[in-house]
């Protein structure tokens, strides 16, 4: 009765958001490209790649392939350089309670994420010893809503995707596990994440009779 747990990374472990920003924006800026949080908001759950082509066309700045790389390279230099700050202070509230609970009740805990740091990250907050699989952006080759991500990741636990749950705060996120077949549980607002299964501002407001439920159903 083993059920695969998959988390997010960005919005639902850490709140790498804050940082993706401000290398964007740096980038933007010298761009001369006006980089708003209504654009950033577009940016989460998005690949590094589609990331930059959707500030380019808020610009309509034409680019090279080469240009492209090296704007590419720069961001995430930038971005790492916040990575490089990071510890556990940085884990989202209770995240890692429930981690340690899924762990406890002997659950399966994978991670789901379109970021190819997600390892480093989760290596500098000191929580990648609770998971037990992990797939990120260097991984996938189709991006969310496409549930490619979140198959595989029950796939690496050998769990049937109906025994898998998944933590989302994206759009894109909560379809790509509908999509699976899974539990989709939404972290944010619930007018935002209206076609999750079960939605809840974020961890605080999920006790552990609720996982408890997941783990038996
Ligand atoms: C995260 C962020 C996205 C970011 C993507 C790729 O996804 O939400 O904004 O563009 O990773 O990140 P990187 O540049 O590190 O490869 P997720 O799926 O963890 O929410
Ligand atoms: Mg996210």
Not at 162 to 179: H, L, M, R
């Amino acid at each position: 009765n083993k059920k695969a747990f998959i988390f997010d990374l960005d919005g639902v472990i850490v709140d790498t958001a804050k940082f993706h920003f401000l290398a964007w924006k740096k980038l933007a800026d010298s761009l001369n490209i006006n980089f708003t949080h209504e654009i950033n908001e577009q940016l989460k759950g998005v690949s590094r790649v589609r990331s930059l082509e959707i500030i380019l066309a808020e610009g309509n700045v034409q680019a090279t392939p080469e240009d492209k790389n090296k704007w590419l390279i720069q961001k995430n230099e930038d971005y790492l350089a916040f990575v490089h700050q990071m510890d556990a202070s940085e884990i989202l509230p209770r995240v890692e309670e429930v981690l340690q609970f899924l762990k406890i009740n002997n659950q399966f805990v994978v991670l789901g994420s379109a970021s190819k740091n997600a390892r480093p990250i989760l290596e500098k907050v000191n929580i990648l010893h609770y998971f037990d699989a992990i797939v990120d952006g260097n991984d996938v080759t189709n991006a969310k809503p496409d549930p490619e991500v979140f198959l595989q990741g029950a796939n690496k636990v050998s769990v049937a995707y109906e025994n898998s749950i998944v933590f989302e705060d994206s759009v894109a996120g909560i379809q790509a596990a509908n999509t699976a077949g899974m539990t989709s549980i939404g972290i944010g607002e619930k007018e935002v994440l209206h076609e999750s299964d079960f939605c809840f501002r974020d961890f605080t407001e999920m006790n552990n009779d609720f996982i408890m439920q997941l783990i038996n159903k």
